[in-house]
């Protein structure tokens, strides 16, 4: 079968490499609320000179539902997918299964120079964009040299 | 290993990735879309996970039997950003699977809302199962 694989490209091959070490190695110690790799939503974390930028990649959400709150330093998302599959239905063959399904939950610690009562939330194409702006004095400022 | 990583692993070896050669030569990275495929009597339902990608940016195609989803994703970020931790690396997707010649290439239905695309592809009337009635001779 391998012969019909024309291969993909080389990262994702990585990807899919550092999952299955991860599945060996996953008893080992890490950060005490680090995640498995793969947990529903995957999160991007970027930062700019005054905001720190959250995307939780969410699709087929009701942003309604979704439940975005900061408590502690800790941003937490959280919220429920159901499941497509009309159960019941015994005609329906199943082939795959790969979309997450049920409830979750994912904690992100901000950094010390987050502000948390300046936080814009939104969610655009399944992606739940989240800004929270940083502490004016941590801002990054030159110093003159005298 | 669960059972999961086996059904995604089987889906991979039916994927083929596009043979043009100005794709190969700009390979960028891609990241494989989550599905879910269900068939019921009528068709096959194909439902993809394509978190921050609108309509324009969305192409589904078929191509020599095989049905290709190719998607590009856009997050509306701020200028001067850097990245510090990323899980999707790449702001691509791509997808294929081989159709059998049993399904209605011309009527496959399209509909992406809030992230996710749903293909409806029909099988052709003539390959629908029907029952035949067995008459007492």
């Given at each position: 079968m391998s012969d019909l694989y024309f291969g993909s490209d080389l990262f994702s091959e990585f990807d899919r490499f550092q999952r299955r070490i991860d599945e060996l190695f996953g008893g080992f110690p890490s950060s005490i609320r680090a995640v498995r790799r793969g947990a529903f939503p995957q999160v991007n974390i970027g930062v700019t000179d005054d905001t720190i930028e959250i995307v939780a990649f969410a699709p087929g959400l009701n942003p309604a539902e979704l439940d975005v709150s900061i408590d502690m330093g800790l941003l937490t998302i959280s919220g429920e997918r159901k499941p497509l599959t009309p159960d019941g239905d015994s005609d329906q063959k199943v082939y795959a299964q790969e979309r997450f399904a049920g409830t979750f939950r994912r904690v992100i610690e901000l950094p010390q120079?987050?502000?948390?009562d300046k936080v814009q939330a939104r969610y655009v194409d399944g992606c739940l964009c989240v800004t929270v702006n940083k502490h004016e004095s941590s801002k990054p400022r030159s110093i003159t040299v005298q | 290993m669960s059972d999961t990583t086996e059904v995604i692993e089987r889906e991979q070896q039916t994927s083929v990735t596009p043979r043009t050669q100005e794709k190969s030569r700009d390979r960028r990275a891609t990241s494989v879309p989550a599905v879910d495929v269900f068939e019921d009597q009528t068709g096959i339902t194909v439902v993809a996970d394509l978190p921050g990608v609108s309509k324009d940016r969305l192409d589904v195609k078929v191509q020599d039997g095989n049905l290709v989803i190719e998607a590009e994703a856009s997050v509306p970020t701020p200028d001067g950003l850097r990245l510090q931790h990323a899980e999707i690396p790449a702001p691509s997707y791509f997808r294929a699977f081989t159709l059998s010649p049993d399904f209605d290439t011309a009527k496959i239905e399209a509909n992406l809302q809030g992230g996710v695309l749903k293909l409806r592809i029909p099988r052709s009337e003539k390959a629908r199962p029907r029952r035949i009635e067995v008459k007492l001779g």
């Open positions: 120079d987050a502000n948390p | -």
